[in-house]
């Protein structure tokens, strides 16, 4: 019995903390069309990003970047200053920053200054990308996972007793 706990401990795969941090808004907002130029970008995350490794880049259909200063990060409020206004067009912010669990989170969306009409069609951006595995799916495998080595220790002790059983005259 304590071999068969110990591998059911064994084959349960450790639940990593699911706090990673995500984009939660963002101005300009993504596919927003302004009027004129912001003045400054500013994301906030699910959590105080590590200002240690937080980018965040703009820049327009030629991929030219825009000159921006440092981020300035207020708990979880990152923002950048543009140095000078932008010309009406299609602008791309690009973000990277690391949560304070360790794990990379990164992604980017477009914005439009001026009329959406007059502004070059924008070029496909990749959406937002953390590698993470939904909670539930790792708690199905682990119960399936438990669920099995139960089953196979079941028949393997029923197919002993009744060896057993067959042996004795």
């Known amino acids: 019995m304590v071999v068969l ?6 084959s ?11 984009l939660l808004s963002s101005a300009p907002a993504a596919g927003a069309v302004l009027p004129t130029s912001p003045a400054e970008v500013t994301l906030r995350f ?9 980018t965040i880049v703009l820049s327009d259909t030629a991929r030219t970047r825009i000159p921006t200063g440092p981020p300035a990060i207020t708990s ?4 950048v200053a543009l140095e000078a206004p932008v010309a009406d067009g ?6 990277r920053v690391v949560s304070k669990d360790g794990h990379t989170v990164q992604g980017s969306y ?3 200054v001026g009329s959406s009409s007059s502004a070059p069609s924008p070029v496909a951006v990749p959406a937002a990308s ?6 539930g799916v790792l708690l199905v495998f682990g119960v399936a996972a438990v669920a099995l080595i139960g089953l196979a220790a079941y028949f393997a002790l029923t197919a002993r007793r009744a ?3 067959k042996q004795l005259p």
């Open 110 to 112: 477009v914005f439009t």
């Open 46 to 54: 699910s959590e105080e990003p590590n200002p240690s490794f937080t």
């Open 163 to 165: 060896l057993k059983s």
């Open 5 to 10: 706990a110990a591998v059911v401990a064994v």
């Open 90 to 95: 299609v602008y791309t912010v690009a973000y």
């Open 76 to 79: 979880a409020t990152v923002t």
């Open 130 to 135: 953390s590698r993470v595995v939904p909670p």
């Open 12 to 22: 349960v795969p450790a639940v990593p903390a699911w706090a990673h941090a995500q």
